[in-house]
Each structure stands twice: as C-alpha cells, then as structure tokens.
C-alpha cells in the first residue's frame, strides 16, 4: 500500500524530522536515513517533499540551518532544533500521541451491539 | 581517510568563493538549494553504488528517489526566499531603530551644537514656508475653480497707439460676448458677469450697500458650486428681467441669521423689490482675488446691451491659448452684430495667475528666501564639518570596532535628518508665525493676502526641504569623514595637517558661497530701500495734507442721467462749501491716487492725423476750474480754465506734455485734439500746470495729461481742502444724507492717507526684502564667524609659534582679519555678478534708481565686508590673547 504510506507520511514528515533532529544536528541525506534505518525501511522518505518540510520549518523557527562539513570533508548544510523547535515537538508528540491511540482504538474495538 | 571523489576539484573552489562573495552582497538562495539537494543526491547515490551499483546507474536511481526534482526545487527557493527577505527587513528596521537611538543620543551630548543647526534650518526652511504660502495661495491656485488650468480670462487690447508700455485691457460689450458665447468651439463656457455695488434698504428703513455680481444661469456650474437652499435663476426669467436674486451664504448668516426659511421672501434693492430664491454657498465667488465677498446674485440679461462684461472662460480641454485667441478674434470679426468689436481691439486671453498684482514681488521674494535657505545649509554644512572632524577619533574607533564603511555613513544620515525633522518642525512653526505676520502686515492694496494659507502642498514643501536639506548637509558630512583613515585618526589627537587642509578649503568654500549670495540679496535690499526713498522723497505736484475725495454712491435707478447726477453733486457742493472748516470745494472726474483717461490717439496742432484706430489710454481729468486752487497744483503760465460751458474748447495741460511736444517754447495758444474714430475737436492751451502725481506716487507725473472743464461726468468726485485740525467726515455724510436719506453712506477719504497708501505695496515688498537679507546677513556672518573661530583654535600652536618667533600681536591680529575680510571680499566679488544677474527680477519695482545703481552695489559690498570684519572680531581677540607658551607645549 504504497498510497497509503505517502499519504501517513506526508503528515508526520515533520513531526519525525523534528524528533530526528532532537539527537543531533544533521543534513537532509542523514535525516533521511536516520527515519529509513529506524523504522527499519518500512517508511521511505518520499524526498521529494522532505526538503521542503525542511524549509518550511527553518521558516517558522523551529529549525535553524548553517553550511558544515561532513566527516567526509564535504560541504553540506546542517540543521539544528531551535527551543522553538523543541517546544513544538513535544506538543505534537503528545498531540499524535493522543491521535494515535485514539485510532488504535476505533481500530481494535468490537461492533457494539445494537 | 581520503576519498577521491570527495576531493572538491579547484574548479568548483573557485565557484564556492565567488559564491560566497557574492553572498556578501545578499541571499542566493538558489545556490543554496542546488548544493543542498546535489548533496543529497551524491550521497544517494554513492549508497546505491557501495551496494554494488554502477556510476552511471546509482546516480539515475538517486534522481529517480527524489522524485520530481525541479518541484521540490523551486518549492524550497520560494520558502528560503521569502524568509530571507523578511529576515532582511527586520534587519534593516532594527539598524534603523539603533541608528536613531544612536544619533538622538549623540545630538543630546551636544546640546548647544544642536541647537544652533535646528534654529538655522527652522530658520531658513520657515522663510520659504511662509512666502511659498503666499505663492501657493496666489499664484498657483489663484481661482478657486474646477479645471483651473484651462481657465482664462477674457479682456481686449488696442491694436495700435499704446505706446505707455503699460498693459491697457478693456471689458467686451454684450454683442461681442452673445458672438462668442455662440460661435466660439475653443471654449467649453464662457461666464460674463458685471459686478456692482447697490444700496439695500434694511428692515429698519436704513440704507447699507451690498455687493452684487449680476450672472449668468451657468455660472455656478462653471465655479463649481450648486446652491445651498433653492434654486439659479432660469434663463427665461434672466431674459424677462425677473426681479430674482440668490444671497450669498456669509450675507445669510449675517444679515437673515441664516433664516431657512428664506426662499420667497423680499429684499428691497436700489428701491426695487426682489425676490429670494436660492443661497449660494461661500465657495462661489466671482474671479478676483480678496476684495469683498459676494452678497447678492442678480441675473444677467445678455438681451440687454452693458457697457462692458468681466468675461472668464474655461477652454476645452487640449486647445492651445494662442489658437482659442485667434478663433475669438475670427469671430468677432465676422460678427455684424451692431457695436461688435471694430478692428482696433484684438482678443486678450490671460491665465488668471498672470493677473495677480503681487506676482513679480513674489517671484522675487520666493528666490530671496531659496537664497536664505542656502546660507542656513551652509552653516548647518558649517556645524556638521566642524563635528565631523572633532568627532573623528569617536568613528575611527567604531571603524576599528568593525562598523562598516556604510554603516558608519549612515550614522551620519541619521543624524542629519533627525536635524532635518527638528528643522521641518521649526520650520513649520517659525513658517506660521511668519505668515501671520506677513498677512497683518498687508497693505491695502493687497487685500488677498488674506487668503494665504498653509496646505497640503506646503507642508510637502516644507518636509521636502527639510529632508533634502538634511540628507545634503548630511551626504557632505559623510563624504569629509569617509576620506579619514581610521589610522591616522587613532594616531593623532587632532587632524593631520593635510586632511585639516582638505576641510579648511571646503569650509572656505562654504563661506564664501555664503558671501556671495548675501552680496546678492544685499544689492537688491539696497535697491528697492532706495527707491522706496525716492518715492517718499517725491513732491507730488500737489499739497495732500488736509485734501479730502468724497465719493457719492449715486444709483443709476434714482440717477439715470449725468444731469441728474450733476445736480446732486452741485447740492451737496454748495452745502460743503459752507462748512465752517472747509476751505475750498471743487468737482473733479477722479480723485488721487487714481486717475481718468481718455481714448483715442493724441494730436498736435501740426501733426499729421494718427493713424485710423490708435488706441491709447491719454490721462485726462475733467474739472472744475478751481480745482488748481484747491489742489495746489502750481501754474507755470497761462491762466486756469475760465468758467465752464458745455462747449468749451479750452485746455490745460501739464508741463510734462508741454515739454515733450514744444521743448524750450511755450504752449499757449497751441491746439490740439484727442481723435479717435477719426474724430475728436480742437481745444486750445490756455495754461501749463506744474506736473503732479495724481495717479499715485508710483505713477509718472510727467506723462501728458490734459485738464478739462467736463460737466457730464459719470461719476463725479468732490474735493475738499479743510482747516487745520477740522474733521469734515460726520458734517458731510449728515448732508449727504439729508439730502437723500435712500443713499448708502458716502465714502469721504483722507488723501494724505491715500497717498502713503499707493506706495504700501512697494514698501511692502521693500519690508520683506530687507528682513530677509538681515537674516541672510546674519546668518552669514554666524558662519564666518565659526568658521574664523574653528581655524584660530586650530591654528593656536602656529599662532603661539609665530609669536614666540617675534610676530607682534598685531601682526596676528591682521592676518586673522585678512583671513576673514578676503573670504567676504571673494564672496562680494562673485556676488556683484550674481546681484547685476538678479537684479533683474527687481524690474518695474524700482523708482528713481537703475538696477545696475553702482552707489547700491558698491554700499553692498561695504555692508558685506564691514559684517564679516565685525564677524572677525572675537576670533581675532582669541588669536591675539594666545600665550605662546600655553599654546606650544599643548596637545
């Protein structure tokens, strides 16, 4: 159902970027991989869409990004979590949190009886 | 480790440079996401390619993994674009807040300093606020009409004979204005109007006057304007000479408490009953400038033929002047209407800012005050130098600290327009006061000064100069610090001796400037002091003092005939005549300081005929043969008119005409005619009087002017010569009105008075001038004062030096004078050929002196020269008073 993941990913793209972030500073490719390792490739980074999630959120504060140095002497840009960016993390996570479980629910319960 | 692909080729080095030098210059926010998702995609496929994937391959498959690239890649530089031009902004406000911070601090510091450079700008800038008022409300916008700038006013000229160099304009007669009214495509409307003044009776049985305008139905429309209460008059009831008025709306106010019941009530005007049927609200009034407003609105009937019609015209939009003039001439000449134009008067088309009386006083006043508001930016240049250099070692630091170039240059533009906006503020206040002042000051014969005001257009004036001013003062300012290296700066205590040569010249420079442009404003004070000299030196020709005019406002309704007006004035005459306090009364056509004129062209005994149609104005008065007597108007030979009789063909005329035509001979028995048509009778010269200024003292007494018995005048004037201490003003409006109790109250002038009054314009003029070349004056000599005093604290070493060598003190004392004396007489020198330049605009203002007076330009220099060696004086004391041991171990 590969529809399915895009569309679940594409609301929670952010929410796993900030999290990514939340170890430690890193470049888009790292974010990437960081998710596809995690959750041992079962959600592929659609990376069309991670850049601008990227952007979006530099925008609104929650990230910054500064030009670095990979350990393979490389340009590349790095982003870092603001306290923003913090702030907003844990809403959201206690937020899918909620949302979550709440469908877990609807999904595990019974037919209640008429 | 490493890696050989990693390694960035120089070619690609050399691109990241120059890319981030060119990010210097601002965000790239292409590059940034082209390197960012390049990255990306190398990694990628450097991934693919350790699981075993070929170059070509791994890298296509990258590509494939990111899906549309180009979409992601525009998505991502709109996002960084947009923050990073709102980042910019916030950086830009937040400078800019610091900056203001920064300078109102700094200028607080130096109180003193600030302000003496607000007063100056307040100063200057307030000048040019108050005369722009004037101009804006006078010349630019001097109708109050919609689509003023095709609006014209419609006169004829005489196409020959006017040799008097003065404009002659006269009104159209009906025929002519119904021909243009209907013939004419050049014009959208064209409004004639007579106006009027009548007698109303009151309530009460009193008789006041009232101002009248008598208009056509169109006229409101024309000005804009749709009445208050009720309606126009339709022109059908114009034509059948309804008696119908409209009131004007401060006439309502005042005379019916703005009743709103007005409409169809009665209104007795010169003895005949109207009927009220609208209110005109204020904002109509008729074209001409102050005078009174409007209180009634009587229809005009172009059926019926007037003596002459104001006319004003409104052109289509487009239609050149030159071309609705010839179109007007054209149809007036096709016209075969009885009295339409003869072929001696041609059409006269004026924008109405031409007609405006004050208007080359004003366009000279208005470059005298863009003059003062350059001598106030050189001193405020001035200020600003003199701080710069003292402040030197403070930017050299902030320079060192890491403040940029610009940054600091913007520093100083910030200081300099927080200056300008104090100055716009003062300027404003000092602009107002100023314009107060200036409109009580008018003279009588400027009584639209009142309507001066500041506007909208004022207060752009106002703020653009002051910020233009500032951002001069301040860009010069910013150009004399930028040239310091912060090094020599920290070096020095104060400036080295080169760059102290640098701001010296520049100063030089100023104030010279400074002096010349005094020179030029003083030459042209001087001027018109001395004419206005000249003028109240003037003999008029006639004794003033304790002469009388008493003008009869004599209604047509009651006196139609000149007959019956003669009679009138014949009653009130005698019963004057015995008044105990009077001297002598005599009849006279007109009363100084104005005059009557005759039309035609002068002939000579001996002359050919003129030509067919000479046109000119010839002065002319119609008299009472004591009127000489009563005057003193000296005879210079000959006898005075004997007693009158309708066809007497004697003639007196002034010395000025006998002189023109028979130089070194007498005119006694001479002849000669006015002819105009091809008419006109012989008289003969009885007596030449002495010439006299009865036109006013800015008229030309000794232009031909003849004197003849006239029985049948229009409007005849009495003039009485009174004792000594003797008030005649009750005793003869009481005759007056004893003898008709429906006349509105005579009006009896002081001529003593009216003649003062017919130079109050010139002096007027001269008061302005004269005020602001003082200011000019003194605020050149505050800046060649600080100038002086900042090169001898400079110079205190040398000095002490020079003194310490053996230069006596007096030694000292010259060469500080000389310092300050050649700056002005560099500046009087450069402004000789500015004043010889501007004095031109002083052209027809001046009375008994050239424009190239060289006493004037030679006393200007003086003045000029005597103001900076007194502006010299303190800083050569502190020259003088230099101890050269102090001053040599200082520093």
Not at chain 2, 15 to 42: I, K, Q, S
Not at chain 2, 243 to 264: S, T, Y
Not at chain 2, 471 to 491: I, N, P
Request: charged letters at 20%; a positive charge; hydrophobic letters at 45%.
């Amino acid at each position: 159902m590969p529809d399915a993941t895009t569309d679940f990913l594409k609301g929670t793209l952010d929410l796993m970027v900030l999290k990514t972030l939340s170890w430690a500073p890193a470049h888009g490719y790292g974010i990437a991989r960081w998710i596809e390792q995690c959750t041992d490739d079962v959600l592929q980074v659609e990376e069309g869409s991670l850049y601008p999630a990227l952007h979006k959120l530099e925008e609104r504060g929650f990230i910054v990004a500064e030009w670095g140095v990979t350990e393979h002497n490389r340009r590349a840009k790095f982003y870092r979590l603001t306290t923003a960016g913090k702030k907003h993390l844990a809403a959201s996570r206690d937020y899918w949190a909620r949302f979550a479980g709440a469908v877990f629910k609807v999904l595990e319960t019974a037919p209640a009886p008429r | 480790m490493h890696d050989p692909q990693q390694a960035p080729a120089p070619n690609a080095a050399r691109a990241a440079t120059w890319r981030r030098y060119l990010r210097f210059w601002g965000p790239r926010a292409e590059a940034d996401v082209d390197d960012e998702l390049g990255f990306h995609v190398e990694m990628r496929a450097r991934e693919y390619m350790a699981r075993g994937m070929g170059d070509v391959e791994a890298r296509a498959a990258a590509l494939r993994r990111l899906g549309n690239l180009a979409a992601a890649r525009s998505e991502c530089v709109a996002i960084t674009s947009r923050r990073e031009r709102r980042m910019t902004r916030a950086q830009l406000v937040d400078a800019f807040v610091h900056d203001v911070a920064y300078a109102w601090r700094t200028l607080g510091r130096q109180k003193g300093w600030t302000f003496v450079a607000i007063i100056t700008l307040a100063l200057g800038i307030g000048a040019n606020t108050a005369v722009f008022s004037v101009v804006n409300t006078l010349l630019l916008r001097p109708l109050p009409y919609p689509d003023a700038d095709r609006i014209a006013i419609v006169y004829l000229e005489p196409t020959q004979g006017n040799t008097t160099g003065v404009q002659m304009l006269v009104n159209p007669n009906t025929p002519t204005v119904r021909a243009w009214r209907d013939g004419s495509r050049a014009f959208e409307s064209m409004e004639p109007y007579i106006r009027d003044d009548r007698s109303m009776r009151e309530t009460d049985g009193t008789i006041s006057v009232v101002h009248t305008a008598s208009i056509l139905r169109t006229f409101p429309e024309f000005a804009g304007v749709r009445p208050l209460l009720g309606r126009v008059f339709t022109d059908a009831e114009a034509a059948r000479a309804e008696r119908l008025v409209v009131i004007g709306e401060p006439f309502w106010r005042a005379r019916f408490g703005a009743d709103p019941q007005i409409l169809g009530k009665p209104m007795t005007i010169d003895q005949h009953p109207y009927t009220i049927i609208g209110v005109m609200p204020a904002a109509l009034r008729l074209p001409r400038l102050g005078g009174d407003a409007t209180d009634v609105w009587l229809p005009l009937n172009l059926r019926e033929d007037a003596m002459g019609l104001s006319v004003i015209g409104r052109l289509r939009p487009g239609v050149p002047i030159v071309d609705a003039t010839r179109e007007l001439d054209r149809v007036a000449a096709s016209s075969t209407l009885p009295g339409a134009p003869t072929p001696d008067f041609r059409v006269k088309l004026t924008p109405p800012s031409q007609m405006v009386r004050f208007r080359a006083s004003l366009v000279m006043l208005s470059a005298a005050v863009a003059l003062v508001l350059l001598i106030a930016c050189g001193n405020v240049a001035h200020l600003v130098l003199a701080r710069t250099a003292t402040r030197q070692r403070e930017l050299a630091i902030r320079a060192a600290l890491g403040a940029s170039r610009a940054r600091i240059v913007r520093q100083l533009l910030t200081e300099s327009l927080i200056l300008s906006v104090a100055g716009c503020i003062g300027g404003l206040l000092v602009g107002w006061a100023g314009l107060q002042v200036l409109v009580s000051m008018r003279p009588a014969s400027l009584p639209e000064l009142i309507a001066a005001r500041m506007d909208g257009l004022t207060l752009l004036l106002t703020a653009g100069l002051s910020i233009g001013t500032g951002l001069a003062v301040g860009a010069l300012g910013a150009f004399s610090a930028g040239r310091h290296s912060a090094h020599d700066a920290l070096k020095s205590g104060a400036l080295s001796a080169s760059q102290s040569r640098r701001q010296r010249r520049l100063r030089s420079l100023v104030v010279t400037s400074e002096m010349a442009v005094s020179m030029v404003l003083l030459v042209g004070a001087i001027l018109l002091v001395r004419s206005m000299l000249h003028l109240q030196r003037i003999e008029p020709g006639f004794k003033a003092a304790g002469l009388y005019a008493i003008e009869i406002p004599l209604h047509t309704a009651s006196y139609p005939t000149p007959a019956a007006r003669g009679a009138f004035v014949a009653q009130v005459h005698e019963r004057v005549a015995a008044i105990q306090g009077i001297e002598a009364v005599t009849v006279s056509a007109g009363a100084p300081p104005s005059r009557s004129f005759m039309i035609g062209g002068l002939q000579v005994e001996g002359e050919p005929n003129p030509p067919a149609g000479t046109t000119s104005f010839i002065d002319y008065n119609g008299v009472d043969p004591n009127y000489f007597q009563t005057m003193r108007i000296r005879l210079v030979e000959g006898s005075t008119l004997a007693r009158y009789e309708d066809d007497s063909t004697q003639v007196v005329v002034n010395a000025g005409l006998a002189k023109k035509y028979w130089p070194g001979k007498s005119a006694l028995g001479r002849r000669l005619r006015v002819v105009y048509n091809g008419k006109g009778d012989w008289k003969t010269i009885v007596g030449v009087v002495g010439d006299a200024f009865t036109g006013g003292l800015t008229s030309e007494a000794a232009d031909p002017m003849l004197y003849m018995v006239n029985r049948e005048l229009f409007q005849p004037v009495l003039i009485a010569r009174v004792k000594a201490g003797f008030d005649p003003v009750p005793t003869i409006r009481a005759i007056v009105s004893q003898l008709d109790p429906m006349l509105a109250p005579v009006t009896v002038s002081n001529l003593d008075d009216a003649m003062k009054r017919s130079i109050a314009g010139p002096r007027f003029t001269m008061i302005l001038l004269v005020s602001f070349t003082l200011l000019a004056l003194v605020l050149a000599a505050v800046g060649l004062y600080g100038v002086m005093a900042y090169s001898v604290a400079q110079r205190t070493r040398e000095i002490g030096i020079r003194i310490a060598l053996g230069a006596t003190r007096r030694d000292v004392a010259r060469s500080v004078m000389w310092q300050g004396t050649a700056l002005a007489l560099l500046g009087a020198g450069i402004g000789l050929f500015g004043a010889r330049w501007g004095s031109r605009l002083l052209e027809h203002m001046l009375y008994g002196v050239a424009r190239s007076d060289a006493a004037s330009f030679a006393l200007g220099a003086a003045v000029l020269v005597g103001t900076a060696a007194l502006a010299c004086i303190v800083p050569m004391r502190r020259a003088v008073a230099v101890d050269p041991l102090v001053a040599i171990r200082a520093d």
